[in-house]
């Protein structure tokens, strides 16, 4: 019999807790339109401006054959579109279309109202901990904590970012992610 200690297991509440979150999120958008994968790439797009899909798949964590399918079904829905990426021609970005705006707005609502149900009986006091400490744990394991839109770059990273970004405006959605 395989024996663990989940009561002082932290990856183990983390994993249950993000997957309890997931299947709330999916359970509260059906009937809008829009499953969690296609939030969730509207999302990353709201955070990052664009991406390319071998980005979208490593964050996802999904192979990037899914993306592509997820990819083209959004494009065909006029959500998303592809642009050659202006630095490497063999590439191309993903951007978040006008069309995508009012479904990012409805998904929006959902996920705050999904965020108030899981956060219910927590202060101001403890979210405000949670994430710090949430924040804390994933920059410890990732190669890369400034890809994430809540860790501040260091100023000649930012600097470079907004330089790549100076190619494509940001769509829209991005302005709509910061409430």
């Known amino acids: 019999m395989l024996k663990h200690e989940f009561q002082d297991s932290i990856p183990y509440f ?3 807790a993000a997957h309890a979150i997931e299947k709330a ?4 958008l ?7 994968r296609q939030c969730q790439m509207l999302g990353m797009l709201a955070a990052h401006g664009s991406l390319s899909q071998a980005q979208v798949a490593e964050m996802m964590g999904v192979e990037p054959s899914s993306v592509a399918r997820l990819v083209d079904r959004m494009t065909r829905d ?3 579109e592809r642009r050659p990426d202006p630095h490497d021609r063999r590439k191309y970005q993903l951007f978040a279309t ?3 705006e009012p479904v990012w707005e409805g998904v929006q ?3 705050a109202s999904v965020r ?9 006091r403890d979210v405000s ?5 949430l924040r804390h744990l994933r920059n410890n394991l990732t190669d890369d904590p400034c890809r994430y839109p809540d860790t501040p770059r260091p100023d000649s990273a930012l600097r470079d970012s907004r330089a790549a970004l100076d190619d494509e405006p940001a769509p829209a959605a991005v302005a709509s992610a910061s409430r």
Not at 129 to 133: A, G, P
């Open 30 to 36: 059906e009937g809008h339109g829009i499953t969690f």
């Open 109 to 111: 609502k959902v996920a």
């Open 98 to 100: 006008s069309q995508a």
């Open 25 to 28: 999120m999916g359970a509260a």
């Open 78 to 80: 006029g959500w998303i």
């Open 129 to 133: 901990e949670l994430k710090r400490m």
């Open 14 to 16: 983390v994993f249950t």
């Open 116 to 124: 108030d149900t899981a956060l219910e009986g927590l202060d101001e």
